[in-house]
């Protein structure tokens, strides 16, 4: 079992930047790629950014390409997602998430979830 746990959100102006956190417990994050997810009100959930195990790669989905990095410290059995240039179209719950699949940006092939954490961006 691995218990994570989101923070960092919270409400930020358009422009500005926030740095949300993914801490695990239970099972060491290393043997697991993580994945980033949003879902705004009314939407579903979808794909934002991930990390294989190492940290050594990276994806990201367009909207987030450019102005999104992720990024992660094994050590800390944590992972990161530093938003700059944040605009209100990304007002969401974040989620971090766990998989064994490469490369997967697929909700389904996540196992473990976070609680998340709400992102609001006022214009």
């Known amino acids: 079992q691995v218990q994570l746990v989101e923070s960092g959100g919270g409400l930020v102006q358009a422009g500005g930047s926030l740095r949300l956190s993914c801490a695990a417990s239970?099972?060491?994050?290393?043997?697991?790629?993580m994945g980033w997810f949003r879902q705004a009100p009314g939407k579903e959930r979808e794909f934002v950014a991930r990390?294989?195990?190492?940290?050594?790669?990276?994806y990201y989905a367009d909207f987030s390409k450019g102005r999104f990095t992720i990024s992660r410290d094994n050590a800390r059995n944590t992972v990161y997602l530093q938003m700059d240039s944040l605009n209100p179209e990304d007002t969401a719950v974040y989620f971090c998430?766990?998989?064994?699949?490469?490369?997967?940006?697929?909700?389904?092939?996540?196992?473990?979830w976070g609680q998340g954490t709400q992102v609001t961006v006022s214009a």
């Open positions: 998430a766990t998989t064994r699949v490469t490369g997967s940006t697929v909700v389904a092939e996540y196992d473990y």
């Open positions: 990390i294989n195990w190492s940290g050594a790669r990276t």
């Open positions: 239970g099972r060491t994050l290393s043997t697991y790629a």
